[in-house]
C-alpha cells in the first residue's frame, strides 16, 4: 500500500457528520436531538416526572410538595444499574411509605421502525424479571424522545436523586441512599452537610489512592479502615484495602482480611468482582481462600445466571491451583470440570445459548487436560471435537502449549491445526505473533527446526511491529535456541 | 493476567456521583488517506482514545448476553470501492465482559478503490456504535454517523 497523502487526525475528524465523542454532549443528545440542561445540583429545581410509561409497580405521584421522593435513573446497557436494583427494591420496601423510591430508564438505544419505544419497555421488563427481587417496585421508562432524562441532564447511570420541597437535596450512587433516607425519615437530613460529606469522602478516596501509589501503605490503610467505617455498603473500598495489603507485600494480612470479609458478609457486596481478585492479585494466591470467596458469591448470587458464571470462576481457580501446585495430581482438574457442568446445566436450563457455548468449550478444554499424558488419545480426541465443531473464544494458543507440555504423544496435527486456527482468529499482531510461535512449537518439538525458525522469525517481526517488547524477547531466545540445534 | 489486573486496579479510582461535572471517558477519530490511486488499498483506522479508568465495550457474545453495547463500526462502499469487514483490537476479558482500556484501542477497514474507479470525490458513509462505561457509572451507549471523502486521482 502506497503511504503517501495520509490527512490524520485533525482533518479526517472535520469531515465526521456528526461530532464524536469528547466530552458527554451537555448541550444537545446526540440522540434524540433534544436540549440537554447541565447535570442537576444541590438546590437546582427538580424538573417534573414525565414518565412515559410503567414497566413495574405503582405509579409514583409527586404532586404532594410536603412528601420527599428519589428518581434514580438507569440504563439496561448498564451492569452496575443491574446490580443496584434488588437493592433498591428493598429499599423501596423499607422506606418507600414515607420516601417513595422512582427508577427511571433512559436513554435507551432507539430501534429501527419502533417510534413508540415499545422495545425499550421491553427489554426493561426483561431485565427486571432477569434481575428479580425487584419487580414490585416504580418502575418507569423515559419515552424514545428520551424527554425526562434530557430534561434532568443525565448523562451517566446509575444517578440517584433526593427530591425535597421541589429541590435536589441530594445526588449521588444510589448506593449509598440508605443512610441519607434514614435521616430523611428521621427529619435529620441536611443537604448542605450531606453534600459536605460526599466532597470529604471524594476526597478521602483521592488521598488513600495517592498515598497507595507514593507507598504510603499504612497511610493508604489508615484513610481505607476509616472510609469502610463510614462507607461500610461500598464494596470497592473492601477491594482497595485488600490491594493495598497486597501491593504492600502483606500476603497474611490480605488472606486475613478476606477471611474477616468471608465472615462478616457486608450486606450487599459485590462478591463477583472479588473473586477473580483473590488468585489473580497476590503473587502466591492462597488458592483454598479464593474457593471459600467463590462459593460465599455463589451463595449471595440472585439469580441463576450469576451462579453459572461464578461456578465457571471457580473452575478457573480449581485449574490454577493444579498448574500452581499439582501438575501430576488431576483431582483439582476433575473437581474444575465437575463445577463446570454445573454451569452447563444452568445455562442449557436458562435457554442461554451463548454461555453455554463457552461453557462447554471449557469443558472440552478441561476434559483435554484430564485426560493429557494419562491417555494421549482420548485427549487428542477432545481436542479433535473442539476444532471440528463451532466454538467461541477458544485458546487454541493454550491447547498447544499444554499438549506440548503434558501430552506424551501429541498429536502434531491436531495441535498445528490449533496454531492455524489461533491464526485465522487472531484480533491483532500481538495474537498473530503467538499463534506463529506456538506453530513454530510444534515444529520444534517434531525436530523440524527449518520450519520451526521461519515461523519464529515471522512471530519475531510481528512483535517488533506491534513494539511488544516482552515477547520479543521470548521469541528472540527460542528463536537463538532453535538456530543452534539447527 | 497482568491486563487484567490492570483493569480491575481501576476499581480503586475514585468514585464520581453522576451529578458532578461530566468527566471525559475519550472518544474517536478517523485516520484514512485523502486520495488513492485506482485498485490501491489503504486502511482506515478509527482510533478510540479511552480514558482510565472508563472502558468500551468489544463486540463480543459475553457483551451481548449481560446486554451492553459493544463496539460496532460499518461502512458503506460508494459505487467503485469496496470496504472490508472491521479488524477490531483484541479486547480484555473481565469474566464476565469484554472491553477496550485505554489509552487507545483501533478499529481498521481495508478500502480499496475499483481498478477502473473513475477520478473524482468519492464519499464513505457508516456507522460507530460503542458504549464507555467505569465500574460504578456507564454512560449511555452512542450511536454516530461518520463521513470522509476520499479523491480518486
Avoid at chain 1, 208 to 218: G, H, K, L, P, V
Avoid at chain 1, 313 to 332: C, E, F, G, N, S
Avoid at chain 1, 404 to 414: A, I, V
Wanted: aromatic fraction near 10%; include cysteine.
Amino acid at each position: 500500500m502506497k503511504t503517501r497523502g495520509f490527512m490524520f487526525a485533525a482533518i479526517a475528524v472535520a469531515l465526521v457528520l456528526a461530532a464524536p465523542l469528547s466530552a458527554p454532549a451537555l448541550a444537545q443528545d446526540s440522540v434524540s436531538g433534544n436540549e440537554m440542561r447541565a447535570p442537576l445540583a444541590v438546590g437546582d429545581e427538580a424538573p417534573p416526572l414525565s414518565i412515559d410509561r410503567w414497566a413495574s409497580g405503582p405509579a409514583v405521584d409527586t404532586a404532594n410538595p410536603d412528601t420527599p421522593y428519589v428518581v434514580v435513573f438507569h440504563i439496561t446497557a448498564c451492569p452496575s444499574c443491574r446490580k443496584s436494583l434488588p437493592y433498591l427494591g428493598e429499599l423501596s420496601q423499607a422506606y418507600g411509605q414515607d420516601v417513595p423510591i422512582v427508577n427511571v430508564f433512559a436513554h435507551e438505544l432507539p430501534v429501527p421502525n419502533d417510534p413508540e419505544g415499545l422495545a425499550s419497555m421491553e427489554k426493561v421488563r426483561s431485565l427486571l424479571e432477569a434481575v428479580g427481587g425487584a419487580t414490585d417496585m416504580s418502575v418507569g421508562v423515559d419515552g424514545p424522545g428520551r424527554e425526562m432524562g434530557d430534561q434532568w441532564g443525565i448523562y451517566a447511570f446509575p444517578s440517584a436523586y433526593l427530591v425535597i420541597d421541589g429541590e435536589i437535596a441530594w445526588t449521588g450512587d444510589p448506593t449509598w441512599l440508605e443512610p441519607v433516607l434514614e435521616q430523611v425519615r428521621a427529619g435529620t437530613f441536611d443537604p448542605e452537610a450531606a453534600l459536605k460529606q460526599q466532597e470529604a469522602y471524594d476526597a478521602k478516596k483521592g488521598a488513600a489512592r495517592t498515598a497507595a501509589m507514593e507507598e504510603d501503605f499504612d497511610g493508604a490503610l489508615a484513610i481505607a479502615e476509616e472510609l469502610i467505617a463510614s462507607h461500610p455498603h461500598e464494596s470497592s473500598l473492601y477491594f482497595m484495602k485488600y490491594q493495598i495489603l497486597l501491593d504492600s507485600g502483606q500476603q497474611e494480612a490480605a488472606d486475613g482480611f478476606l477471611e474477616q470479609l468471608i465472615e462478616a458478609d457486608p450486606e450487599g457486596f459485590d462478591w463477583d468482582h472479588l473473586v477473580p481478585m483473590t488468585y489473580l492479585f497476590p503473587e502466591e494466591p492462597n488458592f483454598a481462600l479464593s474457593l471459600r470467596t467463590a462459593d460465599k458469591a455463589i451463595a449471595r448470587a440472585r439469580w441463576d445466571l450469576a451462579v453459572a458464571s461464578l461456578l465457571s470462576w471457580k473452575a478457573k481457580i480449581y485449574l490454577a491451583r493444579h498448574d500452581a501446585q499439582q501438575p501430576d495430581d488431576k483431582r483439582d482438574i476433575e473437581k474444575a470440570a465437575e463445577v463446570l457442568k454445573k454451569a452447563l446445566a444452568i445455562s442449557e436450563a436458562e435457554g442461554d445459548i451463548l454461555d453455554r457455548r463457552r461453557y462447554e468449550a471449557e469443558l472440552a478444554f478441561l476434559q483435554f487436560r484430564q485426560w493429557a499424558g494419562v491417555d494421549d488419545e482420548i485427549a487428542s480426541n477432545f481436542l479433535k471435537s473442539v476444532l471440528t465443531k463451532e466454538a467461541p473464544r477458544v485458546n487454541w494458543v493454550r491447547y498447544v502449549e499444554d499438549g506440548l507440555r503434558y501430552q506424551e504423544t501429541p498429536d502434531y496435527g491436531l495441535l498445528l491445526w490449533s496454531a492455524d486456527r489461533a491464526y485465522a482468529e487472531a484480533f491483532d499482531e500481538t495474537m498473530e505473533a503467538e499463534a506463529l510461535a506456538s506453530k513454530g512449537a510444534v515444529y520444534a518439538a517434531m525436530a523440524n527446526y527449518p520450519d520451526a525458525i521461519s515461523l519464529y522469525e515471522e512471530a519475531v517481526s510481528k512483535v517488533r511491529f506491534a513494539a511488544n517488547q516482552d515477547a520479543l524477547a521470548d521469541y528472540e531466545e527460542a528463536l537463538s535456541s532453535l538456530r543452534e540445534k539447527l | 493476567m497482568t491486563r487484567l489486573k490492570t483493569a480491575l486496579a481501576c476499581l480503586f479510582a475514585v468514585f464520581q456521583s453522576a451529578a458532578a461535572a461530566p468527566e471525559d471517558p475519550g472518544g474517536w477519530r478517523i485516520e484514512a488517506p485523502d486520495r488513492m490511486a485506482p485498485g490501491e488499498i489503504a486502511s482506515l483506522e478509527l482510533v478510540f482514545d479511552i480514558n482510565s479508568p472508563w472502558q468500551m465495550y468489544a463486540p463480543s457474545s459475553l457483551n451481548d448476553a449481560i446486554g451492553v453495547v459493544g463496539l460496532a463500526v460499518s461502512l458503506d462502499a460508494p459505487e467503485g470501492f469496496a470496504v472490508s469487514q472491521p479488524d477490531y483490537p483484541r479486547p480484555v476479558n473481565m469474566g464476565r465482559y469484554e472491553v477496550y482500556e485505554g489509552p487507545q484501542a483501533t478499529a481498521r477497514i481495508k478500502v480499496r478503490a475499483g481498478a477502473d474507479a473513475m477520478p473524482g470525490t468519492y464519499r464513505l458513509q457508516g456507522q460507530v456504535q460503542y458504549q464507555f462505561c467505569k465500574p460504578t457509572l456507564c454512560l449511555p451507549p452512542q450511536r454516530d454517523k461518520l463521513a470522509l471523502v476520499i479523491e480518486v486521482e
